[in-house]
DNA sequence: CTGAAAGCGCTTACAG
DNA sequence: CTGAAAGCGCTTACAG
């Protein structure tokens, strides 16, 4: 047989009808044990697999989740964020669980933006990873009218889309715990609180809560637009110093901004972990390669995944779960 | 209309059939503009998409690429190796350049390894990105019949399967080319060259090459199965110390190795790159943050995934580049 | 428990 | 340049 084998080449070789088929392969009760049997092997013998454009054309359905990254514009493979791959490949594994296939889409140029995967009979549903940075993704995909779409976001600076998020607060409150652990008196917050990105509100706020909890008062080292998150926390941090500083320990509201205080702090003599206390949030790589290495709070990727399809699927229910939880990793920046 | 539009609402809306509409949509030729317009008009007017899978049926292709990241039993998303990432990332990028959509599948255990992406109408085609370590995933791919597939492998230890590789020889060349450049007088290769990983001893080749070339005689420091390539590397720098040691440079097989021949050699308390040089091979990122961070050779990512889509669809030209180029990144342990 | 028949929504020869 | 008709390969009411 030169041709692709159907479900009617199974049929004839089974000798039964071609829904007998359709029912045997899809596991269907209602199929006698023998009947299935006979069906599978004549399946095996001619090598038929279900073609899944008809099976899917006919069931309504695609049993297949689109992923879009949000890149910036001009990045290359290499230059994307290690998170967004592992988040990707967390998604992938979660949808896999739960039996569907993934396509997956790295966007960055306006033109290629794209979000009708269910209209095109693509997918069921459609996770979007974003980064807050390509403002013009954001747009176009808030655009997109939400009625009759299954969509869940991850980063999204806006709150009116269904989000999975960090539970942020718990981190601003992990890292308060840890620095009044190690013996730091007057731990600062040090980032933008009325940043597009959102979430380092949400950072700042479980920082405040710990901060009261302890009966001490928030201090807010804030940063200001920059090149790089690096260049802002250094900035930032040098401003601090030039007004005699005050705080003992810095958590800042991401690794990026962590790793440029460290470098202003190195830079103007001010040890650490020994004067200062540092810790981030994102757990980089380069949180690992750091001098001294930096403590840092981040999401746990395999419950990011797992919730984000969850939520694209048990959106009918009360309270689904969209916060992920959040850990501490312990290095030198704060070892005292 | 509650209903998903079809083909023949937006022919109704049109006052045209829905062959025009198809062809209008499918930007045939042979449409008048006028009636390209109003089709197009009347699509956007009733929200319509045309809906791929019966697209696909009729058609009989797919315009879907599967790409397949074969994993190691255990792993999770945080754990894959970033190049694997990248790789993806790459190969995404360069699908979709050609036009197509990817389906993507991370594949770590043996009942999940699938390759029959074709048979079941899912895509036009497979590229496979494997590490040598998962000896089983190879042979579930190996086992599948060639005939009668498209399917494309990075980082195959069989030669006899359509692979992209790394221009390991050209590696060799460079990394020899550099150390005598930076006036080291007799740079030996670290690794194993009989490893089921056989772009190792591609990479020797080229490494004598270029020793020769430059009336040296080659010299194999070799390693010896450890538990991680790192102690490999170790072990091998400390048994040749011991006999006196006699190279002033070393060109390592992978990153991994010429991280823990670092490792080894301040152990031992010999300078680097003062005494010894050291390079390596595969721009790991922890190659950034070593002390002395680490010189070394690395494919071009961008590239790979453009030769691993072109390998695929244009598999009856006559010599398609199989070889990915690769560049040197020079820091400090080769620099003196 | 199984079969005959309809139909999912397109694309593409075939006519004109 | 456009239309009427067939058919891609399944799944699923509807009968029995």
Known sequence: MKRRPTSIDVAERAGVSQSTVSRALAGSEVITEATRARVLRAAEEIGYFVDERAARLRRGSTG??????????????????????????????????????????FQAREEQFFGHYEERGWADGLVVIGTTTNRAAWDYFRGLEKAERRVVYWGSPFDDLEWVRSDNRAAGRLAVEHLLAQGYRAPCFLGAIDSPQHQFAERYEGYCDAMRAAGLEPCLVPTRDGATREEEGAAAVEAWLDQGGGADAIFAACDAMALGALEALKQRGVAVPGEVGVAGFDDLPAARFAQPTLTTIAPDPAAAGSLLVDALFNAGDDAPLRRVPVSLTVRGSTAR
Not at 80 to 102: D, H, K, Q, W
Request: net charge negative; proline share 5%; aromatic share 8%.
């Open 64 to 105: 297949t989740l689109a992923v879009v990254v949000i890149c910036r514009p001009g990045e290359s493979a290499a230059d994307i964020n290690p998170f967004s791959y592992m988040l990707l490949g967390s998604v992938c594994l979660a949808a896999s669980e739960r039996g569907f296939e993934t396509l997956v889409s």
